[in-house]
């Protein structure tokens, strides 16, 4: 077994459990590290000498695959969460183990210069999200909403079309966390942090096109800006 894993790390130059991690969390480096809140360089450390256990454990709870997977190959990969989320039509049941929740995938919630719209009192539809996937993000379901994004600002994290899941009870800001905000009547997707004085600082991921902005209390109540949800999880459309 340690020969294969040996073979395998000169054949491709990445450790095996990195290989791991990165198809779980389907993105990469740098979105991957930025995910786990580490350095990409951290990852690029990773490569050489394998994930660390600390860096697994906080990979299986972000992406719900088993810590002993990414390590060590065993046990067999999970299926994805997201892969339980679906679209569904009134003729199709719905399992012990998911719940409805609306599909707004026709309002724009833009991720660039934003665009205005009512989100309450439109049509939706609906998508299945597992009950476990609520659980894991400890979402209830009455605030669990799918959004449709559209935009370059949060990319790519968020890419253009991509599929947002948000929870409505949550609105405290909790640094360096993506949020569904409507500011000036506009509706992003944004990192959010709170800044002295109860200012509030607006990042976005694509920050050479989206300069950074900081809003004062006064600012916040004359530019009518409201934290909307929390961002929990995001589908990207494929390339």
Known sequence: MENLVLEMK??????????????????NQEETAKLLDE??????????????????????????????WILKGEGGKPDSTISKV?????????????????FYKDVLISCGSG????????????LRLSKSTLRQYGVESSNAYALTAFGDSMTPII?????????????????????AITHG???????????????????SANKDEYPEEILTVEDMIDQE??????????QNPLP
Do not use: C
């Open 10 to 27: 000169q054949e491709t130059g990445t450790h095996p459990s990195v290989e791991r991690l990165l198809e779980a969390s389907g993105l």
């Open 159 to 179: 890419n253009n079309g991509a599929t947002v899941y948000v929870d409505v009870g949550k609105t405290d800001i909790i640094d360096g966390k993506i949020y």
């Open 225 to 234: 800006f409201e934290v909307v949800a929390y961002a929990f999880n995001v």
């Open 39 to 68: 350095s990409p360089q951290t990852i690029t450390n990773w490569k050489k000498r394998g994930i660390s256990k600390a860096g697994a454990l906080k990979a299986a709870g972000k992406f719900n695959v088993s810590a002993n």
């Open 115 to 126: 665009s205005l719209t009512e989100i309450l009192g439109n049509e939706t539809r609906k």
């Open 185 to 203: 009547g506009l509706f992003k997707f944004k990192y959010l942090y709170r800044m002295p004085k109860g200012a509030v600082r607006i990042v």
């Open 86 to 102: 679906e679209e569904w039509d009134s003729s199709t049941p719905v399992d012990d183990d998911e719940v409805e929740i609306p």
